[in-house]
């Protein structure tokens, strides 16, 4: 078991991320498949475009809120600090962002239409153009990462010296009282 603890310490950062990068996925697709289904749109097109712009945009005040919280443990002091880290990650998100939302209608177009086919405790589904949107899940979850660790919850020097001081002092012990001259002790 304590083997198990100091993996996921060591690695506590990534799992994080995956856990929370999955369930940022989930909040995605389910989005875009809950308005495919509600407004009755196509998985091709301006349809399909709109309905993962709008899934994006939910999936990202998700993954925000959850990357700063539970994954990079972001100690933001001050709403101007914290609406200047949401403003990089919303930033950084745009960026994919644009790769989540052409993408996957360009992977349709040029034949990667399989759609994902089945059933689920007896009700048939049908999600229109799912191995497109798959795949560029896959590449947007690597890029997120990479741009959430190097540029919005990148901790600066000081806070990573800090922090460092901070675990070597926890297993130390105080250090001794340094010895002051006493009068007469002079040379």
């Known amino acids: 078991m304590n083997k198990i603890k100091e993996l996921f310490q060591k690695y506590r950062e990534v799992i994080m991320y995956l856990i929370f990068g999955v369930a940022t996925t989930l909040v995605n697709w389910v989005t875009a498949f809950a308005m495919q289904k509600a407004f009755n749109l196509s998985g091709e097109g301006?349809?399909?475009?709109?309905?993962?712009?709008?899934?994006?945009?939910?999936?990202?005040?998700?993954?925000?809120?959850?990357?700063?919280?539970?994954?990079?443990?972001?100690?933001?002091?001050?709403?101007?600090?914290?609406?200047?880290?949401?403003?990089?990650?919303?930033?950084?998100?745009?960026?994919?962002?644009?790769?989540?939302?052409?993408?996957?209608?360009?992977?349709?177009?040029?034949g990667l239409r399989q759609p994902l086919d089945v059933t689920v405790f007896g009700k048939h589904i049908v999600y229109e153009g799912f191995w497109a949107k798959a795949i560029t899940s896959i590449i947007v979850i690597i890029l997120n990462y990479v741009f959430s660790k190097l540029f919005v919850f990148r901790k600066n020097a000081e806070e990573t010296e800090a922090a460092e001081e901070g675990i070597a002092a926890e297993g130390t012990e105080p250090a001794e009282a340094e010895e002051k001259p006493v009068a007469g002790d002079e040379i």
Do not use: H
């Not at 930033?91 to 989540?100: C, D, K, P, V, W």
């Open 46 to 110: 301006i349809e399909f475009a709109i309905t993962n712009a709008v899934a994006w945009i939910v999936a990202v005040l998700f993954a925000f809120f959850t990357n700063k919280k539970y994954v990079f443990e972001s100690k933001t002091v001050g709403v101007k600090a914290y609406f200047y880290e949401m403003g990089k990650f919303i930033g950084a998100r745009l960026a994919t962002g644009a790769i989540e939302i052409t993408l996957p209608t360009l992977l349709v177009k040029i």
